[in-house]
């Protein structure tokens, strides 16, 4: 079949919308109709070059819509379901999926950077060529084949915009505060990055009880957002961060620092922000290759806790559904999250406006 697609000739330059063909689901795999697909950083990581990835491919990794077709032996999602995309799909067997860390399934991951389902061939293709497959997902397009452990059902009654933002944001950033550094009633939480992910994370302490919530951003137009999504405080990002978080916490620094940008020097900063015994959780993705210097006498004397993140240590099929009903008992804000809707050719748009630093995320709606 053939299907619309914003794909990424090649590192530093403009995604493309054009015509690709697209070949039927294979054993296991699910032909999507997407309906939304956000526009998150990590896909523009690809576009600047910091992470790696073979090309041509389409972008998007946000995505949610309507199972059209599926491939035989698929037994997780029927047709007409509504369906969130997982990008970190988890087998269920292997040595991480038994130890309750599906996050970090290590079965899908070489086809996933490959850009190829898992047989090891991708389904997308232009003039007769290969066209790879971000996460094994390509949500800019309006249709996707992805791997039928990708699909996570759920309920008819939630928005698919909306929904599309749990495959990425929503879970990476309300499962850093369920899971990676729970966060407990009465806690004071320092959120460094008020983006898509963010905000995220500052809704997420605001559900877990947290007490005093600091949101840092560069942005004076964040300000008012982290406030709508939990925020007791405001900073920012300057001189006197470190010394303002000291008198919001007892001069002690915080039980939890989520940093969500993933800038080295911002993360080293950011360990300041923690409490002795405190925990500083590194959400943010930072470019892959760069380094960190923390300083380890302080980490020992202090029993600093610095950890890694990563989608929100969430189990995707237990918890976008989990996620979504908060959403319906006005617990998660999820509409609040979009501040512009797209089309598909105004992809290259929608980037601009992320990189300006003002909105919290953008949505492609096809
Ligand atoms: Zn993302
Ligand atoms: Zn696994």
Redesign the pocket.
């Known amino acids: 079949m053939k299907t619309q697609a914003a794909f990424l000739p090649a590192p530093q330059q403009r995604l493309v919308v054009d015509e690709l063909t697209l070949d039927p689901p294979a054993d296991g795999e699910v032909l999507v109709r997407l309906a939304a697909s956000g526009v998150c950083h990590s896909d523009y990581h690809l576009i600047s070059g910091t992470t790696k990835h073979p090309m041509p491919a389409v972008l998007g990794h946000e995505g949610a819509g309507v199972v059209e077709a599926v491939g035989t032996g698929v037994r997780h999602v029927r047709v007409g379901d509504h369906v969130v995309l997982n990008w970190a799909p988890?087998?269920?067997?292997?040595f991480?999926?038994q130890r309750d860390k599906?996050n970090l399934?290590?079965?899908f991951t070489g086809p996933i950077w490959a850009g190829v389902m898992l047989n090891g061939t991708p389904r997308l293709h232009r003039n007769g060529q290969p066209v790879y497959h971000y996460c094994g997902l390509a949500t800019f397009a309006q249709y996707a084949v992805v791997p039928q452990e990708s699909c996570i059902p759920v309920r008819r009654d939630a928005p698919l915009k909306v929904a599309a933002l749990v495959g990425c944001a929503v879970a990476t950033g309300v499962g850093a505060t369920l899971y990676s550094s729970p966060v407990r009633p009465g806690d004071s939480v320092v959120v460094v990055g008020c983006g898509g992910v963010g905000l995220n994370i500052l809704q997420g302490a605001a559900l877990c009880g947290a007490q005093t919530i600091i949101a840092i951003d560069s942005s004076p137009a964040k300000m008012e957002l982290a406030r709508q999504f939990g925020a007791t405080h405001t900073l920012l990002a300057g001189d006197q961060t470190l010394a303002t978080i000291r008198d919001l916490t007892g001069g002690r620094g915080a039980d939890h620092v989520f940093e969500a940008i993933g800038i080295p020097s911002v993360q080293e900063a950011s360990l300041d922000y923690a409490r002795p015994g405190g925990t500083l959780a590194l959400v943010g993705l930072a470019p892959m290759g760069s380094a960190t210097n923390f300083p380890s006498a302080i980490i020992t004397r202090q029993e600093k806790v610095v950890k890694g993140s990563y989608y929100g240590t969430v189990n995707s099929p237990r918890d976008f559904p989990m996620l979504l009903d908060l959403y319906a008992a006005g617990k998660l804000k999820l509409d609040e999250l979009i501040s512009k809707e797209y089309t598909l050719d105004q992809v290259n748009e929608a980037f601009d406006a992320m990189l300006t630093g003002n909105v919290a995320r953008g949505v492609i709606v096809f």
Do not use: N, S, V
């Open positions: 988890a087998c269920g067997i292997c991480y999926c599906p399934c290590e079965t």
